[in-house]
């Protein structure tokens, strides 16, 4: 079945169907080894060959998975020290990859696709998107602390957006975090508890805008339900091919 290029590029997860007319007219798109600039353009999934900057495109399914990562997984889809990864806990066809990355010793709320176009606006750093973690730290945290851990913290790389800090209870000499900060600054919650004299035990990220964990285990994955994808489309900022 014939159909516009754009809406072809947009629906193999390329880009937002705005975009892929911008890529069109830049003259960055082949079918069948042919420039193509004309955007009114029809082409045959599957039959035509299409090729973005020489690239050729998939027209596999989309796949939309939230994972609970246990720590001591790999979040790459390939690791040459042969560790387990992702990858390795999910059972799909298709090759997906992880959105963002959670460190080798951090658990939690993970989202693997196929969808590149989704994918790239959720880790784009101007969509300002929550992330959500719990954080069992050593030592009692006082009031000051969190107010620092809230209004910013001096790190190497710069002081830190403002977070959300609060405390949900004390254990012993651990206090258990939850800290929701919008930046993805490499291990960022281990180092800002570190900078106000409370490291890290352990650490999960428990929900990334409004998508929680709720009963997954570690290990465990479920699909994204048609809503929360079309949910995440619009916390994203990206156009949804239809």
């Known amino acids: 079945m014939e159909e516009r290029l754009q809406k072809v590029l947009a629906q193999a ?10 890529i069109i007219l830049a003259g960055d798109v082949t079918v069948n080894g042919q420039v193509v600039t004309e955007l009114g353009t029809k082409v045959t999934p599957g039959v035509d060959q299409i090729e973005v ?9 989309k796949v939309y998975i939230l994972l609970n990562k246990p720590r001591g997984v790999v ?9 387990k990864t992702v990858i390795d806990l999910i059972d799909v066809p298709e090759r997906i990859y992880p959105v963002g990355r959670l460190d080798l010793d951090t658990a939690g709320l993970l989202i693997l696709t196929n969808d590149g176009a989704l994918a790239n606006g959720l880790m784009h750093p101007s969509k300002e998107i929550d992330k959500t973690y719990r ?14 851990l809230s209004n910013g913290v001096e790190l190497e790389d710069g002081m830190t957006a403002p977070a959300k800090v609060r405390l949900i209870e004390k254990e012993g000499d651990e206090t258990l975090l939850e800290i929701v900060i919008h930046e993805g600054r490499n291990r960022q919650v281990r180092r800002m508890c570190e900078a106000v004299g409370h490291p890290v035990k352990s650490l999960m990220r428990v929900q990334l805008a409004f998508l929680k964990l709720g009963r997954l285990r570690y290990g465990e994955y479920r699909p994204l339900t048609p809503l929360e994808i079309d949910r995440l489309y ?3 900022g990206v156009e949804r091919a239809k």
């Open 13 to 22: 997860g390329v880009a937002s169907r705005r975009k892929c007319e911008e």
């Open 53 to 61: 900057n020489g690239e050729s495109i998939s027209f596999e399914q």
């Open 234 to 236: 619009a916390v994203a």
């Open 75 to 83: 979040t790459t889809a390939y690791d040459p020290q042969g560790r």
């Open 135 to 148: 954080t069992w730290v050593r030592g009692t945290v006082k009031p000051e602390a969190i107010k620092e």
